[in-house]
């Protein structure tokens, strides 16, 4: 059965950085458009950024912060974390899906595969 598992989530200062990974098992990463999403307290989940071979997408709230990275070898996603900003504070998921094309990566519906979250927290 395929699975993703978040890890790296914890507390970090305003202008910090932090690197989550996502462990992929039951199904390659090569294969499935990887995305990452986040949940504030209050709010709905939002698109972070998404990966798919050579194509990326981010977010603007979070574009030239944060860079999506890849280990095919280990079937990981990592998502680096960079200048953090209180308002990054939120559980961040890690999702899979297949065939979504580039103008859809921010489309959580189309990813039929999620982790359990870990959470994020960014405060002096």
């Known amino acids: 059965q395929a699975q993703l598992v978040e890890s790296g989530g914890g507390l970090a200062q305003p202008g910090g950085s932090l690197r989550l990974s996502c462990a992929a098992s039951?199904?390659?990463?090569?294969?499935?458009?990887m995305g990452w999403f986040r949940q504030a307290p209050g709010k709905e989940r939002e698109f972070v950024g998404g990966w798919r071979g050579g194509s990326k997408r981010y977010d603007d709230a979070v574009k030239g912060r944060f860079t999506i990275s890849t280990d095919s070898a280990k079937n990981t996603v990592y998502l680096q974390m960079g200048d953090l900003k209180p308002e990054d504070t939120a559980v961040y998921y890690c999702?899979?899906?297949?065939?979504?094309?580039?103008?859809?990566?921010?489309?959580?519906?189309?990813?039929?595969?999620w982790g359990q979250g870990t959470q994020v927290t960014v405060s002096s």
């Open positions: 999702a899979s899906g297949y065939g979504i094309i580039w103008s859809e990566f921010h489309n959580e519906r189309r990813y039929d595969l």
């Open positions: 039951g199904r390659s990463i090569r294969n499935y458009v």
